[in-house]
Structure formats: structure tokens, C-alpha cells
């Protein structure tokens, strides 16, 4: 499996700010994906990061509330705006397709950013 | 709406006393069912990938089994290094998108 990073690992922030999450693969991948896991929930996928194009969102989430960029076929970053406290979650990027893997259909997991928003 | 429910939600062992996870799903065609180990702090760890009732993996003390409606990870004999949240998922034909469990906090008392 590859390395997966992840910057910052957790920060507090104000209501009303904008945090962005990286991302960073020590390898090439097919699909980066983000996703969030709220206290006492399941993890929730909020979007495809697509290479090059626009990112691909799931029911209830939004472009201008979570921008997305994936510049590369290893980086990829999450923006969480406007923050509120209902946005303080553990935000987690997986990836998939390691190139030269034989393991395309299975998505491994960074270590994950915890939000705290006051 | 698909669903994966795990069951139960909390589990205390004693170590070497072994026992079975619950994982039961309504992932209208399903693709693969996966597991997954959590420890607090981290991010999941990938143990196993399921497709076909019938089908069964191992690692280490794990086993993972799949019917058509639930998958069980059975640990036999288990250690105190064996307690985290272990997660289940499943995908849809055509979709990558992995639809979660809540989880099972295993604790193993030594």
C-alpha cells in the first residue's frame, strides 16, 4: 500500500474562517477521494477529487462549502469554508489505484485531519 | 438507501476468548464488502476485500466471511493488540464510493 499524508494532522479554528487540508501520496493513484466522520458516525464520502476537472460531489455536499482541488495524480486538497461548529468532524482522504498495484478496487486511508471549529 | 449496519456496537473479550463481528448490508448489487481496523487517532487500516457469498479470508488471527446478506470477521483467539473500532463498507457495481458501518469497538482484556 502507498503512504499517505495528510497536513495539518488537527487544528482549532473560528466560525466564519476557512481551513484547507492536504493531501500527499508517496505514489501515483488513480482516485483520490475525501471523506468526513463525525462523532459516533460512520465515515460519509463527500467527493471525488478528479484530476483536472472538477470534483465529483455526493448528495449533501457542495462545491462552495468544500472546493476541491487535485492538481496531480498524488496531491489533493479539501477546503472547508465558512466554517460553523457543526463542521468539526475528522476529514479522511483515501486513494486507490496505486500504480503497478494489483489491489485497484481497494481504497486505503490517510491518517486523517481532526477539525475542531469553536 | 443503502445501508450497512453493524452489530454489536461495543464488545468486551477476555484474551483468547474468541467471538464474531456482524456486518449486514441492503447495498442494492453489490460490488465487494470490505473491512477495515481503526484505532484511535488514525485513519482505517484496509484488512480484507469480500466478493462472492461463500468467499473467506484470513490474516492473522482474522477471518472474514461473506453470505448474500452479511459478512462476519471471526477472531479466534484475540489479544489485547486486537482492540479498535473495526468498520465494514460495500460498493456498488459502477461506483467506487464505499457506504460505511457505525463500527464495533472491540476491547480485549489481557
Known amino acids: 500500500s502507498a503512504v499517505i499524508s495528510q497536513k495539518p494532522s488537527r487544528d482549532i479554528c473560528q466560525r466564519g474562517t476557512s481551513l484547507t487540508i492536504q493531501c500527499q501520496v508517496d505514489?501515483?493513484?488513480?482516485?483520490m477521494f475525501w471523506y468526513r466522520q463525525q462523532p459516533g458516525q460512520s465515515l460519509t464520502l463527500i467527493a471525488t477529487?478528479?484530476?483536472?476537472?472538477?470534483?465529483?460531489?455526493e448528495s449533501g455536499f457542495v462545491i462552495d462549502k468544500f472546493p476541491i482541488s487535485r492538481p496531480n495524480l498524488t496531491f489533493s486538497t479539501l477546503t472547508v469554508s465558512n466554517m460553523s461548529p457543526e463542521d468539526s468532524s475528522i476529514y479522511l482522504c483515501?486513494?486507490?489505484?496505486?500504480?503497478?498495484?494489483?489491489?485497484?478496487?481497494?481504497?486505503?486511508f490517510g491518517p486523517g485531519t481532526r477539525l475542531t471549529v469553536l | 438507501e443503502d445501508q450497512v449496519t453493524q452489530s454489536p456496537e461495543a464488545l468486551r473479550l477476555q484474551e483468547g476468548e474468541s467471538s464474531s463481528l456482524n456486518c449486514s448490508y441492503t447495498v442494492s448489487g453489490l460490488r465487494g464488502l470490505f473491512w477495515y481496523r481503526q484505532d484511535p487517532g488514525k485513519g482505517p487500516e484496509f484488512l480484507f476485500t469480500l466478493y462472492s457469498a461463500g468467499e473467506e479470508k484470513e490474516k492473522e488471527r482474522l477471518k472474514a466471511t461473506l453470505t448474500k446478506k452479511e459478512s462476519f470477521l471471526h477472531i479466534t483467539a484475540p489479544k489485547p493488540e486486537d482492540s479498535a473500532t473495526y468498520l465494514c463498507a460495500g460498493t456498488q457495481g459502477g461506483s467506487e464510493k464505499l457506504v460505511f458501518g457505525k463500527g464495533t469497538k472491540l476491547t480485549v482484556n489481557p
Open positions: 477529487a478528479n484530476q483536472g476537472s472538477e470534483a465529483t460531489y
Open positions: 483515501s486513494v486507490m489505484g496505486l500504480a503497478g498495484g494489483s489491489s485497484y478496487n481497494e481504497q486505503f
Open positions: 505514489s501515483q493513484v488513480t482516485m
